[in-house]
Each structure stands twice: as structure tokens, then as C-alpha cells.
């Protein structure tokens, strides 16, 4: 934090000894001018002050006129406190000059017309130049000082030392992060890579200027944050990040309504302009979690629904990304615990049924594992709200069916919503029963539910025989699957053991015109045998074809003549050949 000291003098203001409501000046001259701040009573000198203020000349000539030397300032800049500052420096008594009474004190300057033409280097011209070389090139003093101008907001305007801070603040949250050196707050808590990146890389985060925005008003916040978006240099996940911190900030985390809050504005003042912040075309990112609960918020503090239209889209077109105690959202009215008939909206919109001021179709590709994803969210949620006894079951059927089929491959979430709704709501009449149970599949119920359906006295009597036949069913499908695929495994064997017998018993043997015979080893290749060894193992193979085949032909003791007549005619056979 830069300051600036004016003046060398000692300080030599004091209270009055009978009253605090009487400041003087220690002084060999007696007074002869008195200021009337707030109903605070300065005694000084006409010449020091009249020397560098133009107004406070043109008041005490009016009040010389008037055979008096009182002077009374009315809505004067900072107060009292201020005053005595620019008293000071015109008694040339030292004066220290900070982020936080600059604006304070270059009003009162104004005020007071303390400007070039009374006097040379007078206070108007030094804050000027501390002003612009020091507050507003340092981050935390433009911030300070941004945010004093909230208590004097008209003064700050018409001197554009409003606009000139957030343009310094806006300037530097577009640096770029590695050429950030200077100081800045960043409290929040990181993972243990980002530590560790943090550490040996010694990077600047992008996020780094979210957490001292956090110390201004809302409209002054407001006004950064338009500057911030119309720059464009700042990811919009990035600005997000910095509207859910500010809220994070400010919000209360409570699920009650705030009726005896005395905050109530302020929180609504608040909401608001976050949404107006919140709109698609200035590609602001925030997750569905923050604006869920921005909605929840301003259902409690009474934010008008049509502000929040756009809030709504949002969360619709995210709403995978949400989780069922976001989607606890409280009624306006008493009737039920929880804003059902909202999160049917949210659900149509995500599905994009209808979309567009006259309501057209309009449909919108989502994946199947954003479907399966909605589809247990909504169930969950049903679970949850189910057990409010003042929840219609035609809403409740309503929200059920708004999830298509593909969203619920598995309707075990809905079976448990149901038992819940039947077991809190059991003066439901039989035609309501029938209907809210015609939500659930019985062919879509897992094995665990479907034994605890069909245990639960709460179903009717019909599904619950529905549910035990389709389980017989497929019991007996799993029964003659596993038999099929047993069997095959056997076929599979059985082939494939003859065929490598076979391999092993008969060597492979080719026959050529020339007479030639060629074997095969093994390793594929093949050997050309000499006539004379050809013509040996020609006979000897004949005579082992032979004896094979006798053999496979003979039984018992009976069939050995058999065999030796078959094999002397083999062999005479292959003699009358050779």
C-alpha cells in the first residue's frame, strides 16, 4: 500500500476541553473563523484557509455581510474527519494521504475548490498526481479505492474516479498471467498437483484476481465484471469462477426462507446481478451446481420468475451436471415441501420439447449416457420428494413420464420412488395406485429388485404375478443358455481330437507322373527319395497298407486267416507289379 506524507508542521488540532464536538488550533493567534461540519465546530484562521480555498473565501464574505464568522458546509464531502485533512494542509501541518481517504479527500478538494488558480501545488493538483502514478498502477490500491467510492458515489462520478478505477482494475485482470508481479490474494485450497506445479513452476494461476473483486459492493462489482466480459481477454470459465466466489462470499448456504433477514435486499440486489451477468451471448461458463443454487436463492429472497428465465435455460441445457440436492429447490407456496412443477421445466427444457417464444419443437440431440444420467437424476429426485404427502400423484406420474425410455434401461430408481409415494400416500385410491405403478417395467427390474417387489404387499396384485412370471421366464432362459453353451464346448472337442489323431497316424505322401514319390516332414519341406530306396519303402508300405487293413478287418481268433490270406494277396499283387 503506497502513501503519500503532506506538509512538516506538527499536528496541532485538539478537542476542546467542555465538548468533543469542538475542535481548535493550537496557536499564539486567536481564532477568528469557525467551520461548521455535522454539528462539529472548527476554530481557525481565515488566512491559512482563505489562502487556498475559493469557496470558503466566498463564504466568509457572505458571512462578513451578515456580521458573522461562522461558516457552515453543508453535505461536505467525508465529513469531519475529511475536513480537518484539507484544514491541515492548509496549515502546511503533516497529513498522510492513502487508498483509503484519497477519493474522500479529492472530493472534498473539489468541494472546496482548492484549486491551480488560488494557489500553485495546491491539494487538488498532489492528489491528482498521486492519484493517477501510484493508486492507479498498484492492483490492491485501485481496488481500495474503488471501493471507497461507494460512500460518495456522485462526487466519484462527476470527478470519473469511478470509471478510472475499474478501467485499471479491467487492464490488469487482462494481463497475462505469467507477466502478474504483483501482490494478490489467493486463499483458496488446491490439489496436490496443482501444489506442487505451483511450487516448482512458480506459475500464476488465471483465476488469481477473482478473490479481491470479492471486497467490492455489488454495483460497483457489477460494473467490473461488464467491463471484464466486454473486454473479452478473460475466459468465460474463468469469469464464472469469479461470480460463484462472490456469491460464495456473500450468500448465505442456508434452505430456509429469509423473512426476518434484514439482508434480504442486499441478497436480492445481489442475485440480480449475477443473472444479468448470466446471459448465453457474453459466454460466461458456470456449472450447473452454482446455478442451481443462484435459483434457490432467489426463490427464497423473492427474485421475479421472469429474471430468472434465462437462469432457467441455462440450467436445462446442463442438467446432467447437477445432483438431486441441488435440485431440492423450496416452493413459493405453502402447498408442497419442494418446487416439483420447476424441475419439470428444467427437465422439458433439457429434452428441448419445447423451446422458443411460441413454443415450436425444437429437438436437440443428447447423447444416450447424458439420457441414462438425467434419467437417474430424476429418479433420485423422485425418491427424495416422494415422501411430501402434499405431492399430486399426477405430478408426480407427470415428471416420470417426461423421461424417455432410453433414459431408464434399469427401472429399479423409479420402482423405489413408487414404493416410496405408495407407502406415504396409502389413502391413494385403486384407479391412482394402478396408474403410478404402470410407471414401472417389470422386464426392466434387476434380480434384487424384483425379489423385493415381489415380497412388497404395497403393489398390486397384478404386477406383482407379472413380476414373478417374467422372473420364471428368464430363469429359464439363463437355465437353457448355459445348457446351449455347455454343449458346445463339448461339440468343440469331440472335432477337434479326432483330427489330431488322424494327423498322427498318416504321414503326407504325393505321387508324381514320374513315379517319384516326395514325403513330407513336419516342417513342411520335401525330400526326393532314390529309385532303389523308393522302391523298398514302396514294397514295405504296401505291405503295412496291408496289414492295417487286415487288421481292421479281423475279430478275434477267428479272422487270423483271414489276415494272412489278405496279406499273401498283397503281397503276390505287388510282386507281379514289380
Keep these: 500500500m503506497k502513501f503519500m506524507k503532506l506538509g512538516s508542521k506538527p499536528d496541532a488540532f485538539h478537542s476542546d476541553y467542555d465538548s468533543y464536538t469542538v475542535r481548535c488550533v ?28 475559493n469557496r470558503l473565501q466566498k463564504l466568509a464574505l457572505t458571512a462578513t455581510e451578515d456580521n458573522s464568522n461562522d461558516v457552515h458546509l453543508i453535505q461536505f464531502p467525508g465529513g469531519p474527519k475529511i475536513f480537518e485533512i484539507c484544514a491541515k494542509f492548509c496549515y502546511g501541518m503533516t497529513v498522510s494521504i492513502s487508498p483509503y481517504n484519497v477519493v474522500a479527500v479529492r472530493c472534498a478538494a473539489e468541494y472546496l475548490e482548492m484549486t491551480e488558480d488560488i494557489e500553485r501545488g495546491n491539494l487538488i493538483f498532489k492528489i491528482d ?54 501482490s494478490y490474494t ?57 461470480l460463484k466466489m462472490y456469491c460464495v462470499r456473500w450468500l448465505p448456504d442456508c434452505n430456509d426462507r429469509f423473512e426476518c433477514d434484514d439482508r434480504v435486499e442486499k441478497y436480492k440486489s445481489l442475485i440480480e446481478a449475477v443473472i444479468s451477468l448470466l446471459t ?24 421475479d420468475r421472469l429474471l430468472c428465465k434465462d437462469l432457467i435455460r441455462d440450467i436445462g441445457l446442463k442438467l446432467d451436471e447437477a445432483s438431486v440436492r441441488d435440485l431440492l429447490i423450496p416452493a413459493e407456496d405453502a402447498q408442497t415441501v419442494y418446487d416439483v412443477e420447476l424441475v419439470q421445466e428444467l427437465v422439458d427444457l433439457c429434452f428441448s420439447r419445447k423451446s ?49 425410455d432410453a433414459a431408464r434401461p434399469v427401472h429399479d430408481g423409479i420402482y423405489g420412488a413408487v414404493d416410496v409415494y405408495l407407502k406415504e400416500h396409502p389413502m391413494l385410491t385403486k384407479a391412482e395406485k394402478k396408474k403410478v405403478c404402470e410407471l414401472i417395467d417389470v422386464k426392466k427390474l434387476s434380480a434384487q429388485a424384483s425379489i423385493h417387489a415381489a415380497q412388497n404387499d404395497r403393489l398390486p396384485l397384478r404386477m406383482v404375478v407379472q413380476i414373478l412370471f417374467h422372473e420364471q421366464v428368464r430363469a429359464t432362459a439363463a437355465i437353457k443358455e448355459a445348457a446351449r453353451a455347455n454343449r458346445a464346448q463339448e461339440q468343440d472337442w469331440e472335432i477337434k481330437m479326432p483330427l489330431r489323431s488322424k494327423s498322427l497316424r498318416t504321414p503326407s505322401r504325393m505321387r508324381f507322373n514320374d513315379g517319384d514319390v516326395k514325403e513330407v516332414s513336419s516342417g513342411g519341406s520335401m525330400r526326393l527319395l532314390p529309385s532303389s530306396s523308393r522302391r523298398f ?28 490270406s489278405s496279406s499273401s494277396s498283397s503281397r503276390k499283387q505287388r510282386y507281379s507289379i514289380s
Design 129 to 182: 498526481v498521486f492519484f493517477n502514478s501510484s493508486i492507479l498502477s498498484s492492483w490492491k490500491d485501485s481496488i481500495i479505492a474503488l471501493q471507497t467510492t461507494t460512500a460518495l458515489p456522485e462526487h466519484s462520478e462527476d470527478l470519473e474516479i469511478t470509471s478510472k478505477c475499474i478501467q485499471s482494475v479491467v487492464l490488469k485482470t487482462a494481463v497475462d498471467p505469467a507477466c502478474v508481479n504483483w
Design 537 to 564: 519303402l514302396d514294397r514295405f508300405w504296401v505291405v503295412g497298407m496291408g496289414q492295417r487293413h487286415g487288421e481292421s478287418k479281423s475279430t478275434g481268433t477267428s479272422g487270423s486267416s483271414q489276415s494272412k
Design 26 to 53: 493550537s496557536s499564539d493567534l486567536v481564532t477568528d473563523f469557525t467551520v461548521i461540519v455535522d454539528n462539529i465546530k472548527f476554530h481557525l484562521h481565515k488566512f491559512p484557509l482563505l489562502s487556498k480555498s
Design 280 to 303: 448465453r451471448d457474453k459466454g460466461v461458463d458456470c456449472s450447473c451446481g452454482f446455478l442451481l443454487k443462484l435459483l434457490k436463492v432467489s426463490v427464497l429472497v423473492g427474485v
Design 186 to 242: 489467493y486463499n483458496r485450497k488446491l490439489d496436490a498437483v496443482d501444489k506442487v506445479q505451483e511450487v516448482e513452476i512458480g506459475s500464476v494461476p488465471k483465476d488469481w484476481w477473482i478473490e479481491d473483486l470479492c471486497e467490492l459492493d455489488v454495483d460497483v462489482y457489477k460494473r467490473v465484471m461488464f467491463a471484464v466480459i466486454a473486454k473479452k481477454r478473460v475466459e468465460g470459465g474463468v469469469i464464472g469462477e469469479a
Design 356 to 404: 422458443g417464444e411460441e413454443g415450436e419443437m425444437n429437438d436437440v440431440l443428447i447423447s444416450p449416457q447424458r439420457c441414462k444420467t438425467i434419467g437417474r437424476l430424476i429418479d433420485g429426485y423422485l425418491a427424495e420428494v416422494a415422501s411430501d404427502r402434499n405431492l399430486s400423484h399426477t405430478v408426480f406420474t407427470a415428471l416420470s413420464q417426461s423421461i424417455p
